[in-house]
Nanobody
Framework: QVQLVESGGGLVQAGGSLRLSCAAS????????MGWFRQAPGKERETVAT????????YYADSVKGRFTISRDNLRNTGYLQMNSLKPEDTAVYYC??????????????????WGQGTQVTVSS
């Protein structure tokens, strides 16, 4: 069973940057699409970005395009989310997760499992 641990969250002013990391244990990391998701208070969890197991294909929600960059290092079993030009509406708990199926491309939140515990990102205005 793969386990994911997020880190890198914190409090930042609007316009600032943060880099989130997602450390994975287990052998499935390099064979599965990985995603970053977020959930703000009172809102449903939403997809932020996903990246194919090879790293060759990415998906971004319209709200973060041009500001966030997803990446992965399969040798280190670690995924990343670089967040620039942060806005107060980016405030949420951010989670990483892996696709439940190997070798598949997806950006649907329902296809993901092995959720991490989340890391809080707070952007002040």
């Amino acid at each position: 069973q793969v386990q994911l641990v997020e880190s890198g969250g914190g409090l930042v002013q609007a316009g600032g940057s943060l880099r989130l990391s997602c450390a994975a244990s287990g052998r499935t990391f390099s064979t599965n699409t990985m995603g970053w998701f977020r959930q703000a208070p009172g809102k449903e969890r939403e997809t932020v970005a996903t990246i194919l197991y090879s790293g060759r294909t990415t998906y971004y929600a319209d709200s973060v395009k041009g500001r966030f960059t997803i990446s992965r290092d399969n040798l280190r079993n670690t995924g990343y989310l670089q967040m620039n030009s942060l806005k107060p509406e980016d405030t949420a708990v951010y989670y990483c997760a892996l696709d439940l199926a190997r070798g598949r491309w997806t950006s649907k939140i329902s296809d993901f499992g092995s959720w991490g515990q989340g890391t809080q990102v707070t952007v002040s205005s």
